[in-house]
Protein backbone atom coordinates (compact mmCIF):
# COMPACT_ATOMS: atom_id res chain seq x y z
CA UNK A 1 0.00 0.00 0.00
CA UNK A 2 2.63 2.77 0.96
CA UNK A 3 5.28 1.96 -2.09
CA UNK A 4 2.20 2.00 -4.15
CA UNK A 5 1.11 5.42 -3.41
CA UNK A 6 4.26 6.60 -3.40
CA UNK A 7 5.24 5.69 -6.76
CA UNK A 8 1.51 7.07 -8.34
CA UNK A 9 -1.12 8.80 -6.37
CA UNK A 10 1.77 10.21 -3.69
CA UNK A 11 4.79 10.70 -5.35
CA UNK A 12 4.62 14.51 -5.58
CA UNK A 13 5.27 14.47 -1.43
CA UNK A 14 7.51 11.86 -1.27
CA UNK A 15 10.01 9.35 -2.68
CA UNK A 16 10.45 5.63 -2.13
CA UNK A 17 14.58 5.03 -1.52
CA UNK A 18 15.14 1.82 -0.53
CA UNK A 19 13.60 -1.58 0.25
CA UNK A 20 14.62 -3.99 2.79
CA UNK A 21 13.71 -8.11 3.69
CA UNK A 22 14.78 -10.89 4.59
CA UNK A 23 14.09 -12.17 1.31
CA UNK A 24 15.68 -10.96 -2.33
CA UNK A 25 13.15 -12.45 -4.24
CA UNK A 26 10.21 -10.53 -2.92
CA UNK A 27 12.34 -7.52 -3.03
CA UNK A 28 12.62 -8.12 -7.02
CA UNK A 29 9.16 -8.71 -7.36
CA UNK A 30 7.72 -5.80 -6.01
CA UNK A 31 10.69 -3.34 -7.77
CA UNK A 32 9.24 -5.00 -11.21
CA UNK A 33 5.86 -4.37 -10.05
CA UNK A 34 6.47 -0.83 -9.27
CA UNK A 35 7.44 -0.28 -12.30
CA UNK A 36 5.04 -2.44 -14.59
CA UNK A 37 2.31 -0.63 -12.93
CA UNK A 38 3.60 2.73 -12.06
CA UNK A 39 7.04 3.11 -14.41
CA UNK A 40 9.07 3.42 -11.52
CA UNK A 41 12.15 2.86 -11.44
CA UNK A 42 14.08 0.30 -9.24
CA UNK A 43 14.92 1.38 -5.73
CA UNK A 44 18.27 -0.25 -4.23
CA UNK A 45 17.79 -2.93 -2.29
CA UNK A 46 18.97 -4.35 1.32
CA UNK A 47 19.32 -7.51 2.87
CA UNK A 48 17.69 -7.12 6.81
CA UNK A 49 21.11 -7.73 8.05
CA UNK A 50 21.92 -4.46 5.90
CA UNK A 51 19.49 -2.26 7.47
CA UNK A 52 21.86 0.39 9.11
CA UNK A 53 23.61 1.02 5.93
CA UNK A 54 21.04 0.97 4.13
CA UNK A 55 20.09 4.15 6.34
CA UNK A 56 23.74 5.31 6.00
CA UNK A 57 23.47 5.49 2.17
CA UNK A 58 20.18 6.49 1.38
CA UNK A 59 19.46 8.61 3.88
CA UNK A 60 15.14 8.31 4.63
CA UNK A 61 13.68 10.72 6.83
CA UNK A 62 11.09 8.18 7.65
CA UNK A 63 11.30 4.15 8.13
CA UNK A 64 8.05 2.85 7.15
CA UNK A 65 7.92 -0.36 9.30
CA UNK A 66 6.00 -3.70 7.99
CA UNK A 67 7.36 -6.63 8.96
CA UNK A 68 6.50 -9.76 11.09
CA UNK A 69 5.00 -8.21 14.37
CA UNK A 70 7.50 -10.11 16.44
CA UNK A 71 10.66 -7.82 15.22
CA UNK A 72 8.63 -4.40 14.71
CA UNK A 73 10.41 -3.18 18.04
CA UNK A 74 13.88 -4.02 16.60
CA UNK A 75 13.66 -1.87 13.65
CA UNK A 76 11.23 0.66 15.35
CA UNK A 77 13.88 1.69 18.01
CA UNK A 78 16.82 0.98 15.19
CA UNK A 79 15.73 3.75 13.05
CA UNK A 80 15.42 6.13 15.49
CA UNK A 81 18.54 5.51 16.79
CA UNK A 82 19.87 6.49 13.45
CA UNK A 83 17.87 9.55 13.24
CA UNK A 84 14.70 8.82 11.65
CA UNK A 85 10.94 8.72 12.29
CA UNK A 86 9.20 5.87 11.74
CA UNK A 87 5.35 4.87 10.48
CA UNK A 88 5.04 1.04 11.68
CA UNK A 89 2.07 -1.20 10.46
CA UNK A 90 0.17 -2.42 13.54
CA UNK A 91 0.20 -3.65 15.85
CA UNK A 92 2.96 -1.46 17.21
CA UNK A 93 4.73 -4.42 18.81
CA UNK A 94 3.27 -7.34 20.49
CA UNK A 95 4.48 -7.29 24.29
CA UNK A 96 4.84 -5.21 26.63
CA UNK A 97 8.91 -5.34 26.94
CA UNK A 98 8.91 -4.35 23.78
CA UNK A 99 6.12 -1.68 24.06
CA UNK A 100 8.74 -0.49 26.94
CA UNK A 101 11.42 -0.53 24.93
CA UNK A 102 9.83 1.78 22.15
CA UNK A 103 8.49 4.26 24.77
CA UNK A 104 12.21 4.68 25.65
CA UNK A 105 13.50 5.14 22.41
CA UNK A 106 11.31 7.34 21.69
CA UNK A 107 11.85 9.78 24.96
CA UNK A 108 15.66 9.00 24.45
CA UNK A 109 15.90 9.81 20.73
CA UNK A 110 13.23 12.20 20.20
CA UNK A 111 12.12 10.86 17.14
CA UNK A 112 8.46 10.85 16.15
CA UNK A 113 6.72 7.33 15.57
CA UNK A 114 3.06 7.28 13.83
CA UNK A 115 1.04 3.82 14.16
CA UNK A 116 -0.83 3.48 11.04
CA UNK A 117 -4.74 2.88 11.83
CA UNK A 118 -6.54 3.04 9.04
CA UNK A 119 -10.07 2.22 10.40
CA UNK A 120 -10.23 5.87 12.07
CA UNK A 121 -10.01 7.20 8.54
CA UNK A 122 -13.23 5.54 6.72
CA UNK A 123 -16.19 7.79 6.35
CA UNK A 124 -18.75 5.51 8.58
CA UNK A 125 -16.35 5.35 11.94
CA UNK A 126 -15.37 9.01 11.43
CA UNK A 127 -19.58 9.88 12.02
CA UNK A 128 -19.79 7.30 14.63
CA UNK A 129 -17.00 9.47 16.54
CA UNK A 130 -18.50 12.81 15.48
CA UNK A 131 -21.92 11.61 17.37
CA UNK A 132 -20.49 10.19 20.14
CA UNK A 133 -18.17 13.65 20.81
CA UNK A 134 -21.36 15.91 20.46
CA UNK A 135 -23.19 14.21 23.21
CA UNK A 136 -26.06 12.46 20.58
CA UNK A 137 -26.88 9.49 23.49
CA UNK A 138 -25.05 11.46 26.69
CA UNK A 139 -22.67 9.46 28.13
CA UNK A 140 -21.24 6.84 27.47
CA UNK A 141 -21.71 3.56 30.11
CA UNK A 142 -21.55 0.72 27.92
CA UNK A 143 -20.18 -0.86 24.29
CA UNK A 144 -20.95 -4.05 22.59
CA UNK A 145 -19.10 -4.93 19.98
CA UNK A 146 -19.53 -8.13 17.56
CA UNK A 147 -16.20 -8.61 14.69
CA UNK A 148 -16.88 -11.84 12.44
CA UNK A 149 -13.93 -12.43 10.39
CA UNK A 150 -15.33 -15.05 7.50
CA UNK A 151 -14.08 -18.40 6.13
CA UNK A 152 -11.88 -17.27 3.52
CA UNK A 153 -9.89 -13.59 5.56
CA UNK A 154 -10.38 -15.49 8.71
CA UNK A 155 -9.02 -18.58 7.71
CA UNK A 156 -5.77 -16.91 5.95
CA UNK A 157 -3.93 -16.00 9.48
CA UNK A 158 -4.22 -19.53 10.15
CA UNK A 159 -2.18 -20.61 7.16
CA UNK A 160 0.66 -17.56 7.69
CA UNK A 161 3.08 -16.65 9.96
CA UNK A 162 0.04 -15.27 12.63
CA UNK A 163 -0.60 -19.01 13.11
CA UNK A 164 2.22 -19.07 15.34
CA UNK A 165 1.54 -16.99 18.75
CA UNK A 166 5.28 -15.95 19.20
CA UNK A 167 4.88 -14.15 15.75
CA UNK A 168 1.79 -12.14 16.09
CA UNK A 169 0.02 -12.12 19.72
CA UNK A 170 -2.47 -14.14 18.54
CA UNK A 171 -5.76 -12.17 17.14
CA UNK A 172 -6.06 -10.34 20.20
CA UNK A 173 -3.16 -8.39 19.06
CA UNK A 174 -2.86 -8.55 15.09
CA UNK A 175 -6.15 -8.40 14.35
CA UNK A 176 -8.10 -7.01 17.47
CA UNK A 177 -5.71 -3.98 17.93
CA UNK A 178 -7.60 -2.09 15.16
CA UNK A 179 -10.77 -2.89 17.07
CA UNK A 180 -9.45 -1.69 20.49
CA UNK A 181 -7.77 1.58 19.28
CA UNK A 182 -11.40 2.08 17.46
CA UNK A 183 -13.04 2.07 21.19
CA UNK A 184 -10.43 4.05 22.67
CA UNK A 185 -10.73 6.56 19.83
CA UNK A 186 -14.48 6.06 20.23
CA UNK A 187 -14.58 6.89 23.68
CA UNK A 188 -11.63 9.23 24.37
CA UNK A 189 -10.68 6.83 27.13
CA UNK A 190 -8.28 3.34 27.67
CA UNK A 191 -9.04 0.02 29.23
CA UNK A 192 -8.45 0.03 32.58
CA UNK A 193 -8.93 -3.64 33.68
CA UNK A 194 -9.68 -6.58 31.63
CA UNK A 195 -11.22 -10.46 31.56
CA UNK A 196 -11.07 -12.70 28.38
CA UNK A 197 -11.80 -16.44 27.18
CA UNK A 198 -10.44 -17.58 24.11
CA UNK A 199 -9.42 -20.78 22.79
CA UNK A 200 -8.69 -22.90 19.35
CA UNK A 201 -12.13 -24.23 18.59
CA UNK A 202 -12.55 -24.44 14.71
CA UNK A 203 -9.18 -24.78 12.83
CA UNK A 204 -6.29 -26.98 13.96
CA UNK A 205 -5.88 -30.56 13.21
CA UNK A 206 -7.40 -31.62 16.47
CA UNK A 207 -10.41 -29.60 15.36
CA UNK A 208 -10.89 -31.06 12.24
CA UNK A 209 -10.31 -34.69 13.80
CA UNK A 210 -13.59 -34.39 16.08
CA UNK A 211 -15.99 -33.11 13.01
CA UNK A 212 -14.85 -36.31 11.03
CA UNK A 213 -12.20 -35.01 8.65
CA UNK A 214 -9.53 -38.13 7.71
CA UNK A 215 -7.74 -36.85 4.69
CA UNK A 216 -5.23 -34.08 5.95
CA UNK A 217 -2.49 -32.55 4.03
CA UNK A 218 0.23 -30.33 5.05
CA UNK A 219 0.05 -27.41 2.20
CA UNK A 220 -2.47 -26.33 -0.31
CA UNK A 221 -0.36 -26.47 -3.59
CA UNK A 222 0.40 -28.76 -5.26
CA UNK A 223 -1.59 -31.50 -2.81
CA UNK A 224 -3.79 -33.81 -4.39
CA UNK A 225 -5.30 -34.00 -0.69
CA UNK A 226 -6.22 -30.69 -0.73
CA UNK A 227 -8.26 -30.54 -4.28
CA UNK A 228 -11.57 -29.54 -3.46
CA UNK A 229 -11.06 -28.79 -0.43
CA UNK A 230 -12.35 -24.68 0.36
CA UNK A 231 -10.11 -23.99 3.04
CA UNK A 232 -7.01 -25.05 0.68
CA UNK A 233 -5.07 -21.86 -1.08
CA UNK A 234 -3.04 -23.11 -4.18
CA UNK A 235 -0.51 -20.30 -4.87
CA UNK A 236 0.22 -21.55 -8.33
CA UNK A 237 -3.14 -20.14 -9.44
CA UNK A 238 -2.35 -16.28 -8.58
CA UNK A 239 0.80 -14.74 -9.73
CA UNK A 240 1.24 -12.28 -7.05
CA UNK A 241 1.04 -15.28 -4.61
CA UNK A 242 3.56 -16.65 -6.94
CA UNK A 243 5.79 -13.68 -7.30
CA UNK A 244 5.98 -12.82 -3.77
CA UNK A 245 5.89 -16.40 -2.19
CA UNK A 246 6.18 -19.87 -3.95
CA UNK A 247 8.77 -18.35 -6.27
CA UNK A 248 10.77 -16.98 -2.71
CA UNK A 249 10.62 -20.39 -0.70
CA UNK A 250 14.15 -21.21 -1.77
CA UNK A 251 15.20 -18.25 -0.15
CA UNK A 252 13.67 -18.31 3.83
CA UNK A 253 11.59 -21.44 3.77
CA UNK A 254 8.58 -19.46 4.34
CA UNK A 255 5.27 -21.41 3.30
CA UNK A 256 2.02 -18.78 2.95
CA UNK A 257 -0.39 -22.16 2.15
CA UNK A 258 0.11 -24.38 4.87
CA UNK A 259 -2.89 -26.04 6.13
CA UNK A 260 -5.71 -24.83 8.54
CA UNK A 261 -6.28 -27.87 9.61
CA UNK A 262 -2.45 -28.74 10.75
CA UNK A 263 -0.56 -28.77 13.45
CA UNK A 264 1.40 -26.36 15.21
CA UNK A 265 -1.43 -23.50 15.61
CA UNK A 266 -0.73 -21.56 18.74
CA UNK A 267 -3.27 -18.60 18.45
CA UNK A 268 -7.20 -18.40 18.95
CA UNK A 269 -9.79 -18.60 16.57
CA UNK A 270 -12.66 -18.21 19.41
CA UNK A 271 -12.48 -14.77 21.64
CA UNK A 272 -14.77 -13.07 24.04
CA UNK A 273 -13.23 -10.29 26.35
CA UNK A 274 -14.91 -7.90 29.04
CA UNK A 275 -12.98 -4.64 29.18
CA UNK A 276 -13.70 -1.76 32.02
CA UNK A 277 -12.24 1.59 30.84
CA UNK A 278 -10.92 4.61 32.79
CA UNK A 279 -14.03 6.84 31.89
CA UNK A 280 -16.20 4.35 33.56
CA UNK A 281 -17.55 2.58 30.21
CA UNK A 282 -18.08 -1.26 30.06
CA UNK A 283 -17.09 -3.12 26.75
CA UNK A 284 -18.29 -6.72 25.67
CA UNK A 285 -16.55 -8.04 22.68
CA UNK A 286 -15.86 -11.20 20.68
CA UNK A 287 -13.67 -11.71 17.92
CA UNK A 288 -14.68 -14.97 15.85
CA UNK A 289 -12.44 -16.13 12.49
CA UNK A 290 -15.02 -18.57 11.31
CA UNK A 291 -18.28 -16.89 10.05
CA UNK A 292 -19.85 -17.31 7.34
CA UNK A 293 -20.11 -13.45 6.72
CA UNK A 294 -17.39 -10.81 6.98
CA UNK A 295 -18.28 -7.57 8.93
CA UNK A 296 -19.04 -6.67 12.32
CA UNK A 297 -21.88 -4.90 14.65
CA UNK A 298 -21.40 -2.16 17.34
CA UNK A 299 -23.59 -0.47 19.96
CA UNK A 300 -23.09 2.17 22.36
CA UNK A 301 -25.18 2.85 25.15
CA UNK A 302 -25.70 6.08 26.82
CA UNK A 303 -27.63 8.54 29.37
CA UNK A 304 -29.72 9.44 26.36
CA UNK A 305 -29.81 6.82 24.39
CA UNK A 306 -28.45 4.16 21.70
CA UNK A 307 -25.90 4.33 18.98
CA UNK A 308 -26.16 0.95 16.57
CA UNK A 309 -23.33 0.05 13.78
CA UNK A 310 -23.47 -2.71 11.12
CA UNK A 311 -21.25 -3.17 8.60
CA UNK A 312 -20.80 -5.83 6.33
CA UNK A 313 -16.97 -5.98 4.81
CA UNK A 314 -16.22 -7.52 1.68
CA UNK A 315 -13.44 -9.86 2.20
CA UNK A 316 -10.09 -11.28 0.03
CA UNK A 317 -7.23 -13.27 0.65
CA UNK A 318 -4.40 -11.31 1.45
CA UNK A 319 -1.87 -10.49 -1.62
CA UNK A 320 -3.87 -12.84 -4.19
CA UNK A 321 -3.85 -11.12 -7.55
CA UNK A 322 -2.24 -7.96 -6.19
CA UNK A 323 -5.34 -6.97 -4.00
CA UNK A 324 -4.78 -4.28 -1.48
CA UNK A 325 -9.11 -3.86 -1.10
CA UNK A 326 -8.79 -5.54 2.24
CA UNK A 327 -12.46 -4.91 4.47
CA UNK A 328 -13.68 -2.52 1.71
CA UNK A 329 -17.45 -1.51 2.44
CA UNK A 330 -20.17 -3.85 1.00
CA UNK A 331 -23.08 -2.26 3.26
CA UNK A 332 -23.29 -0.46 6.70
CA UNK A 333 -26.15 0.75 8.78
CA UNK A 334 -25.83 3.57 11.20
CA UNK A 335 -28.90 4.35 13.45
CA UNK A 336 -29.11 6.61 16.65
CA UNK A 337 -32.02 5.92 18.68
CA UNK A 338 -32.62 8.88 21.56
CA UNK A 339 -34.31 8.35 24.67
CA UNK A 340 -38.11 9.08 24.34
CA UNK A 341 -37.73 10.06 20.13
CA UNK A 342 -37.72 8.67 16.87
CA UNK A 343 -35.15 6.29 15.47
CA UNK A 344 -32.66 7.99 13.02
CA UNK A 345 -31.05 6.59 10.52
CA UNK A 346 -27.78 8.42 9.83
CA UNK A 347 -26.57 8.64 6.32
CA UNK A 348 -22.88 8.36 5.66
CA UNK A 349 -20.90 8.90 2.88
CA UNK A 350 -20.05 5.55 1.12
CA UNK A 351 -16.18 4.58 1.90
CA UNK A 352 -14.02 3.78 -1.31
CA UNK A 353 -11.33 1.49 -1.00
CA UNK A 354 -9.70 -0.72 1.43
CA UNK A 355 -10.52 -0.47 4.88
CA UNK A 356 -14.07 1.06 4.28
CA UNK A 357 -12.51 4.02 2.45
CA UNK A 358 -9.93 4.57 5.30
CA UNK A 359 -6.91 3.53 3.13
CA UNK A 360 -6.62 6.79 0.93
CA UNK A 361 -8.03 9.25 3.61
CA UNK A 362 -4.79 7.65 5.96
CA UNK A 363 -2.60 7.90 3.00
CA UNK A 364 -3.13 11.77 2.70
CA UNK A 365 -2.61 12.33 6.56
CA UNK A 366 1.18 10.46 5.95
CA UNK A 367 2.36 11.87 3.15
CA UNK A 368 0.74 15.28 2.29
CA UNK A 369 2.75 18.14 4.41
CA UNK A 370 0.27 21.29 5.48
CA UNK A 371 -3.26 19.64 6.07
CA UNK A 372 -5.41 20.89 8.38
CA UNK A 373 -5.54 19.87 11.94
CA UNK A 374 -7.75 17.08 12.37
CA UNK A 375 -10.16 18.28 15.19
CA UNK A 376 -11.43 14.63 15.25
CA UNK A 377 -7.30 13.81 16.32
CA UNK A 378 -7.50 10.73 13.82
CA UNK A 379 -3.56 10.08 13.40
CA UNK A 380 -2.29 7.85 16.00
CA UNK A 381 0.92 8.61 17.72
CA UNK A 382 3.17 5.67 20.02
CA UNK A 383 0.77 6.36 22.88
CA UNK A 384 -2.26 5.60 20.89
CA UNK A 385 -0.28 2.13 19.25
CA UNK A 386 0.60 1.70 22.80
CA UNK A 387 -2.80 1.83 24.51
CA UNK A 388 -4.22 -0.50 21.64
CA UNK A 389 -1.86 -3.38 22.59
CA UNK A 390 -2.78 -3.36 25.97
CA UNK A 391 -6.57 -4.77 25.83
CA UNK A 392 -4.78 -7.60 23.60
CA UNK A 393 -1.78 -8.45 25.71
CA UNK A 394 -3.95 -8.59 29.18
CA UNK A 395 -6.58 -9.87 27.08
CA UNK A 396 -3.96 -12.67 26.23
CA UNK A 397 -2.25 -13.06 29.79
CA UNK A 398 -6.83 -13.71 31.17
CA UNK A 399 -7.13 -16.80 29.05
CA UNK A 400 -3.54 -18.00 30.17
CA UNK A 401 -4.83 -17.38 34.13
CA UNK A 402 -8.06 -17.41 33.86
CA UNK A 403 -7.73 -14.08 36.23
CA UNK A 404 -8.66 -10.41 35.31
CA UNK A 405 -5.74 -8.31 34.51
CA UNK A 406 -4.89 -4.50 35.47
CA UNK A 407 -3.19 -2.28 33.24
CA UNK A 408 -1.86 -0.34 35.52
CA UNK A 409 0.25 -3.31 36.90
CA UNK A 410 1.19 -4.27 32.75
CA UNK A 411 2.75 -0.59 32.12
CA UNK A 412 1.35 2.68 33.11
CA UNK A 413 1.00 5.50 30.02
Not at 130 to 135: D, F, I, R
Request: proline letters at 4%; charged letters at 25%.
Amino acid sequence: MYSSALASSHREHGELVALCDINQTRMDYNNAQLAGRHGMAPVPTYRAEAFERMVAETRPDVVIVTTVDRVHHRYIIRAMELGCDVMTEKPMTTDIAKCRAILDAIERTGRRLQVTFNYRYAPVRTRVKELLAAGSIGEIKSVHFEWLLNTQHGADYFRRWHRDKRNSGGLMVHKATHHFDLVNWWLGSAPERVFAFGNLAFYGRENAEERGVTRFYDRGTGSEAAKGDPFALDMSTSESLRGLYLDAEHEDGYRRDQSVFGEGISIEDTMNVLVRYRSGAQMSYSLHAYAPWEGYRVAFNGTAGRLELDHLESSYINAANGDLNEGASHSERLVLMPHFGKPEIIEVPKGVGGHGGGDVKLLDALFIPGLPEDPLGRAADHLDGARSILTGIAANESMATGRPVDIDRLIRL
